[in-house]
């Protein structure tokens, strides 16, 4: 397993953009699918997009043409780059890592503590 920690969290306005980003330690970064995760208030986790270890990425229709995922394996670092923000873009934002290549929450089983988004005017 990996030791995963989000940062770049916080308040914007619709419209507005962020980057989260995901700083991973231990060893094998650059092999793990690592995935973004959205938990909305009173929803169940979500799975926003993942980047593969050979840096092909997938989203969930909502985001797409909105969010992107790029991963620097030389910083063991995963970035969430969301643009367009919308109120139901709201929630705990987590990144995770997998050993598979799945899409959903359930593969993944290192994750870190979450980072709180709101998208607000």
């Known amino acids: 397993q990996v030791q995963l920690v989000e940062s770049g969290g916080g308040l914007v306005q619709p419209g507005g953009s962020l980057r989260l980003s995901c700083t991973a330690s231990?060893?094998?970064?650059?092999?793990?699918?690592m995935g973004w995760f959205q938990q909305a208030p009173g929803k169940e986790r979500d799975t926003v997009g993942v980047?593969?270890?050979?840096?092909?990425?997938v989203y969930k229709n909502s985001v797409k043409g909105r969010f992107t995922i790029s991963r620097d394996n030389a910083k063991n670092t995963v970035y969430l780059q969301m643009n367009g923000l919308k109120p139901e873009d709201t929630g705990v934002y987590y990144c995770?890592?997998?050993?598979?290549?799945?899409?959903?929450?359930?593969?993944?089983?290192?994750w870190g503590q979450g980072t709180q988004v709101t998208v607000s005017s």
């Open positions: 231990g060893r094998a970064f650059s092999s793990y699918t």
């Open positions: 980047i593969w270890s050979g840096g092909g990425t």
């Open positions: 995770a890592a997998s050993g598979s290549s799945s899409f959903r929450a359930r593969d993944f089983d290192s």
